[in-house]
């Protein structure tokens, strides 16, 4: 079964920076778009980025500017640079298929990120 590992996630105040990263499969990393979601309290899930496998990407507007998605194909990895943190990028950040078309099973236990105002 496919799943997905996150990790980098932590306590920040605000206006910090954190990197997440998250190792997925060779054989989906290499055909499919890469995204990172989020979910906050009583919140549905959210896509915050998306990456190709060429490097093209795509942001939220309550992301850009702030947050870097990035992918290392050769060690089948992407990455998450946010900067400039906020209280309301407070969530849990899961990584996986952009659309996410893969059994539900294939979402790991995400990685938490507080920010702190």
């Known amino acids: 079964q496919v799943q997905f590992v996150e990790s980098g996630g932590g306590l920040v105040q605000s206006g910090g920076s954190l990197r997440l990263s998250c190792a997925a499969p060779?054989?989906?990393?290499?055909?499919?778009?890469m995204g990172w979601y989020r979910q906050a309290p009583e919140k549905q899930r959210e896509l915050v980025a998306s990456i190709t496998s060429g490097g093209r990407t795509t942001y939220a507007d309550s992301v850009k500017g702030r947050f870097t998605i990035s992918r290392d194909n050769a060690k089948n990895t992407v990455y998450l640079q946010m900067n400039s943190l906020k209280p309301e990028d407070t969530a849990v950040y899961y990584c996986?298929?952009?659309?996410?078309?893969?059994?539900?099973?294939?979402w790991g236990q995400g990685t938490q990120v507080t920010v702190s105002s």
């Open positions: 996986n298929v952009h659309p996410p078309v893969l059994p539900r099973g294939s």
């Open positions: 060779g054989n989906i990393f290499s055909i499919y778009i």
